[in-house]
């Protein structure tokens, strides 16, 4: 088992689904920015397993194209492009 990330629905309209899976305990940091490298959010959670995270984006961000980033204590990474569109 290895760590890895998955994000859906993507595009998303009203919530967006960060699973993490890491085989040990860890610290994993998102970060998501916009297609110019701002930092618009970030924020550190502990996973040990699966663990899904909810992102309330409909209040929260207009609609775009953004860079979501996830890298763990262990220096593993992953990079997605997320979709957020209007209802």
């Known amino acids: 088992n290895t760590f890895s990330t998955a994000v859906f629905p993507n595009?998303?309209?009203e919530t967006l689904n960060i699973q993490i899976f890491s085989p040990?305990?860890?610290a994993a940091n998102l970060q998501l920015c916009d297609m110019m490298?701002?930092?618009l959010?970030?924020?550190t959670i502990?996973?040990?397993g699966k663990h899904i995270e909810q992102w309330d984006v409909l209040n929260t961000f207009v609609p775009g194209v953004y860079r979501l980033s996830i890298h763990d204590d262990r220096e593993n990474v992953s990079v997605h492009s997320v979709?957020?569109?209007k209802k």
Request: proline share 11%; charged share 30%.
């Open 46 to 48: 502990e996973v040990a």
């Open 37 to 39: 490298g701002r930092k």
């Open 83 to 85: 979709v957020l569109t």
């Open 41 to 43: 959010f970030e924020r």
């Open 11 to 13: 595009p998303a309209t």
């Open 24 to 26: 040990a305990p860890t």
